[in-house]
């Protein structure tokens, strides 16, 4: 059994930043690519960005410029650095992996964005 344990959310301020982290209980290297996601309310959960097992990086165009998807195979931990927060970022935030056919979730993370 897998488990993804996200850390780092919380309320910040337009134009603030915050660092997300996603640790994983097995070595990411069996991982062919992990990234994270978010839901809004009332929102479909929707991609944010996406890190391989060789490293080639996605990031969807709401983020681009902005955030920075980052992993530290020794700590079996995966980064998403968020810069320049805007309320739309607003959402909980959920760590993925996934293995083949297999796929696994964290329990997600919230993060408010507001004056």
């Known amino acids: 059994q897998v488990q993804l344990v996200e850390s780092g959310g919380g309320l910040v301020q337009p134009g603030g930043s915050l660092r997300l982290s996603c640790a994983a209980s097995r070595s990411i290297f069996s991982f062919n690519v992990m990234g994270w996601f978010r839901q809004a309310p009332e929102k479909a959960r929707e991609l944010v960005a996406t890190i391989s097992s060789s490293d080639m990086l996605n990031y969807a165009d709401s983020v681009k410029g902005r955030f920075t998807i980052s992993k530290d195979n020794a700590k079996n931990t995966v980064y998403l650095q968020m810069n320049s927060l805007e309320p739309e970022d607003t959402a909980v935030y959920y760590c993925?992996?996934?293995?083949?056919?297999?796929?696994?979730w964290g329990q997600g993370t919230q993060v408010t964005v507001s004056s």
């Open positions: 993925h992996a996934r293995r083949g056919p297999l796929s696994y």
